[in-house]
């Protein structure tokens, strides 16, 4: 916009500029050519009386007077020239002829013995006298005054503008993630009005915030007497070995619940992320689901590559994606139906996990859809595990298995930094 006014105000500037100075510099020419001809006026009025009463003797003394930018001359009753000779003509009566030299004016004078002739030229370089330097003078004070336009008019469009930059700036801000930006309300009052709704804005949002994060943080906490509840319910269990594999999976859905909350009171969506290794994460939680899966009679595999393959992401959500998917292959498929799980490179800088099984495969094409399912589900499982794809540099892929079944591949941009021990 700052551009844009400027260019107004240089358009603008320069239509009243040559509106003055087109005219200004025709008048110009017209001044410079009437004062030369208003001075050859004057030489023939002078001389006129002066030829027509003095002798021979006395012109030619005055025409020694006369201006030296004019060409004066007198031609004499028997046909001599007195000064400047000009052309042998018989004008009867005062005459003016205008060539590209110059203005002749000649006035005949009548004498006892005879006509004289009084010839007064004015050269073109004296009636155009000045008037290149005036211009020159005009020129350079459109110019000046041009320049002064577009020195305001960038002044005006900065100050008009700079307000709209800072409120993109914090509306940019806000966007990112940074809710305590707010805006400086300046500038015209339209635009401090948008600034003052902006910042109204930026502090509702920060009070649903923090409202969802309470929220959040109770519905969790009120997990806890459940968990409580089961897990005694584990330890009283006469199956030792059972009650033993609930108890861990409930201490493990507790740290899962403290975490959450945890995360909730900080006000912190955003996990900080690390270097971690893919493999040794996929080796555990299949390790994990390998108990139940030998409960219900499956067949499973896992197969990694040898070595590191770190990525960067936060440990608890690259296991919260495996496991959904893990888990989606428990939930939407029947007991003893096989699954898969492999875990490599995929060229180019990038690593992955695939998981297949033999199952019914998708029901469409559609199916990463956050809060939607076709099988009975929350529909958040395929969802959680691309957003952590994604926010490691990497996608999604969703195809049918060689086995029958479905596939889910996770693709990671492979980490420049080995994995630390704690993040492995």
Known sequence: MRRQITLLVAATTSIVLLAFLLPAASLVARVAEARAL????????????TVGLDTREQVAAALVGTSGDLDVGVRWTDGEWLGVPGPDTDPTSPTVEETDAGTRLVQPVRRAEGTAVVDVFI??????AGVTRTRLVLAAL???????????????????????TDLAATAHRLGSGDL??????????????????????????????????ESAADLAHRLRTPLTALRLDAEAHPDVELARRIGEDVAELERQVDRIIREARQGSREAP??????????RDRVSFWSALAEDQGRSWSV??????????????????????????????????????????GLG???VGVRIEDAGPGFPGDDVVERGESQGGSTGLGLDIARRTAVGAGGAIRLA???HGGALVELSFARADVDPTPDGA
């Open 273 to 282: 992320v690390q270097s971690v290794d893919l493999a040794a994460i996929v």
């Open 348 to 350: 180019d800088g990038v």
């Open 180 to 213: 305590d930006a707010r805006a400086t309300p300046s500038g015209p009052g339209e635009v401090r009005e948008v600034a003052t709704a902006l910042n109204r804005l930026a502090d509702r949002i920060g009070q649903l915030l923090a409202a969802e994060r």
């Open 142 to 164: 459109g110019a000046v005054l041009l320049l002064l336009a577009l020195v305001v008019a960038d002044r005006l469009a900065r100050s008009l503008t700079r307000p709209v």
């Open 400 to 402: 049918g298995s060689p």
């Open 123 to 128: 050269p073109a370089e004296q009636l155009r």
């Open 38 to 49: 208003d001075a050859g006026q004057a030489q023939l009025q002078f001389l006129v009386p």
């Open 303 to 344: 197969d990694t590559a040898p070595g590191l393959l770190p990525v960067k992401a936060h440990p608890d959500e690259l296991v919260a994606a495996i496991d959904a998917l893990i888990g989606n292959v428990f939930s939407h498929t029947d007991e003893a139906v096989g699954f898969w799980v492999w875990a490599g």
